[in-house]
């Protein structure tokens, strides 16, 4: 098995998990966070295969995307273990799947394929994409678009106050150059449309 090969089995592996993901942790966002990491290690100088392939595993086992996260980590053992790579490349993709996500609190992941395989987490809740993810997401959890009431404004909730809280701050937590300067487009695309998300909504309101 070569590694397109072991590419098509890891894509329908995560087809079988993700295809009918409803708040924004798709197929594709998986697609895009691999495409992204292996971008930006040949970019880097890191390892592109581990990145991709991280990159395409990277949510299997975050408890809240499963309902039982244990078995998901057993799962992804299992899966992992099929495949025909060396030990050391099967502890890398692992190695760098851990911590990625940012939830709360900010955890830096300890190889350099962790750090690229959060940077292109982040990027992918940032820009053109991360606005319609947050749509998304919101939509599915019964969030408000946005509100001016003060009281319900303080209570974590709508889908803009998520930009304020989380997503204008992801631009100063990228690890490598390369996707610094990837997340300044995206961050600017933020900035725009809560302008005029702003400017629209007090037209007429
Ligand atoms: P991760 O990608 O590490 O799993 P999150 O689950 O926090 O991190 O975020 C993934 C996506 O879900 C992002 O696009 C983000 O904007 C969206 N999201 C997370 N929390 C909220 C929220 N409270 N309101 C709207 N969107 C959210
Ligand atoms: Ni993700």
Same mark, same amino acid.
């Given at each position: 098995?070569?590694?397109?090969?072991?590419?098509?089995?890891?894509?329908?592996?995560?087809?079988?998990?993700?295809?009918?993901?409803?708040?924004?942790?798709?197929?594709?966002?998986?697609?895009?966070?691999?495409?992204?990491?292996?971008?930006?290690?040949?970019?880097?100088?890191?390892?592109?295969?581990?990145?991709?392939?991280?990159?395409?595993?990277?949510?299997?086992? &975050?408890?809240?995307?499963? &309902?039982?996260?244990? /078995?998901?980590?057993?799962?992804?053992?299992?899966?992992?273990?099929?495949?025909?790579?060396?030990?050391?490349?099967?502890?890398?993709?692992? +190695? +760098?799947?851990?911590?990625?996500?940012?939830? =709360?609190?900010?955890?830096?992941? *300890?190889? *350099?394929?962790?750090?690229?395989?959060?940077?292109? &987490?982040?990027?992918?809740?940032?820009?053109?994409?991360?606005?319609?993810?947050?749509?998304?997401?919101? =939509?599915?959890?019964?969030?408000?678009?946005?509100?001016?009431?003060?009281?319900?404004?303080?209570?974590?909730?709508?889908?803009? /106050?998520?930009? *304020? &809280?989380?997503?204008?701050?992801?631009?100063? *937590?990228?690890?490598?150059?390369?996707?610094?300067?990837?997340?300044?487009?995206?961050?600017?695309? #933020?900035?725009?449309? #809560?302008?005029?998300?702003?400017?629209?909504?007090?037209?007429?309101?």
């Amino acid at each position: 098995m070569n590694q397109e090969e072991i590419r098509s089995c890891t894509k329908q592996y995560v087809a079988s998990i993700f295809q009918e993901e409803p708040t924004g942790h798709d197929f594709e966002h998986m697609k895009r966070v691999a495409n992204m990491a292996a971008y930006i290690a040949d970019e880097e100088g890191a390892d592109p295969f581990i990145c991709e392939m991280a990159g395409w595993l990277h949510d299997v086992t &975050d408890g809240k995307l499963t &309902d039982n996260e244990n /078995q998901a980590k057993e799962n992804l053992h299992t899966f992992l273990h099929k495949l025909p790579l060396e030990t050391e490349d099967k502890n890398a993709i692992l +190695a +760098a799947m851990k911590d990625v996500s940012f939830r =709360g609190k900010h955890i830096i992941p *300890y190889t *350099y394929e962790g750090k690229i395989v959060q940077d292109a &987490d982040r990027l992918d809740a940032i820009g053109a994409i991360g606005i319609a993810r947050t749509f998304a997401f919101g =939509g599915n959890k019964e969030q408000l678009l946005y509100t001016e009431d003060e009281q319900e404004r303080s209570q974590p909730g709508t889908s803009i /106050q998520h930009f *304020y &809280d989380k997503l204008l701050h992801l631009k100063g *937590y990228m690890n490598t150059p390369t996707a610094i300067s990837l997340a300044e487009e995206r961050h600017a695309i #933020l900035e725009k449309f #809560l302008n005029d998300f702003h400017e629209e909504w007090k037209k007429f309101s």
